[in-house]
């Protein structure tokens, strides 16, 4: 079983829904939570991070965090074509000698059509 | 500067050769992290840096590649008599771990092709 995994999709939503990304992990220590967003050919640049259970938003975005389940997810409001992008799901390893070393999933391929 | 550098942006080397990729992270950025990326693949970690030092290289896939860092910043990852499966993006990431909580900081990254 990998560490974090996600669905590759391609996900495909029609401008202005509601888009569903969703990330499942094994490691019930982890502690800090993360999405990246990754534009062809581009670096991952992060747009969320959640650290406790429950909702978290920031504008069109929120993430959504249940330990017990080890399920993150993240949610894009008014999905936008320029939200086209891999969507990256990462956590923070706890403890040990790599404090702060994130492991990354797959990624989740969006694709918002006008 | 304002963000991770990192260079060359692009690297096409031959079979065998060696490579040297650099990084320079944000400055008083103390965590230095190396990470690969192969077409349509997620982030693999390489090596971790604390510092001067690295708590965690197992992410090294052979021993052919080695990577340092020098006065708390610039850090260098070589990788000796390339082989073709090692093209992929290098991508060096920096933070400031605050209370556990570390967010990465990319920078863009170096494609490496070997022929």
Redesign the interface.
Known sequence: QKEVEQNSGPLSVPEGAIASLNCTYSDRGS??F?WYRQYSG?????IM?I?SNGDKEDGRFTAQLNKASQYVSLLIRDSQPSDSATY?C?L?NAG????????????TILTVHP | GAGVSQSPSNKVTEKGKDVELRCDPISGHTALYWYRQSLGQGLEFLIYFQGNSAPDKSGLPSDRFSAERTGGSVSTLTIQRTQQEDSAVYLCASSVVIGGRSPLHFGNGTRLTVT
Do not use: C, D, V
Request: proline letters at 4%; hydrophobic letters at 25%; zero cysteines.
């Open positions: 502690q800090s993360f581009k670096s991952p640049e992060l991070s650290y990256l990462a923070e040990g000698t790599s404090y702060g070393k994130l492991t990354f999933g797959q990624g």
